[in-house]
């Protein structure tokens, strides 16, 4: 589970230049996103999946904070391959089928965040295209 603020700080050491989501209020709203984090085993799974998304989603439900769920297809990133070892990989979640996918659409609607994230549309090098090409 990510925090949100945290790596805001990390992507955008200034405050003035980082992104915000605001409330209809104009009020600045804080925080978290479920992007799946590196997991041991290295292959993570289908139930670690869902182990991962069901963590997240309950610690959010305690939280007054903004929600932001995530769908992915899977991950496997080509970074170490195509530097020759230059970049490490940021880890590898199966697709499983599709039901990587499907485990993460049904723990959102079970769940309701306020938000979703498509992470990604066709990034090629994290192997995360969601409509063929």
């Not at 709203?29 to 799974?45: I, N, Y």
Request: with cysteine.
């Amino acid at each position: 589970v990510g925090d949100w603020h945290e790596m805001l700080r990390g992507v955008f050491p200034s405050e003035e230049l980082r992104p915000h989501v605001l409330s209809l209020d104009g009020s600045i709203s804080g925080g978290r996103f479920a992007w799946f984090p590196k997991m041991k085993p290295s292959d993570p799974s289908l139930a670690d999946v869902h182990g991962y998304l069901q963590r997240f989603y309950a610690a959010e439900g305690s939280t007054q904070q903004l929600s932001m769920g995530a769908i992915w297809p899977g991950f496997h990133d080509f970074y170490e391959e195509g530097s020759c070892g230059q970049q490490a990989s940021c880890g590898r979640l199966p697709e499983y089928d599709g039901h990587t996918m499907e485990a993460a659409i049904d723990r959102a609607k079970l769940h309701g965040p306020t938000f979703v994230q498509l992470c990604t549309w066709n990034d090629w090098q994290e192997g995360t295209a969601v409509e063929p090409s």
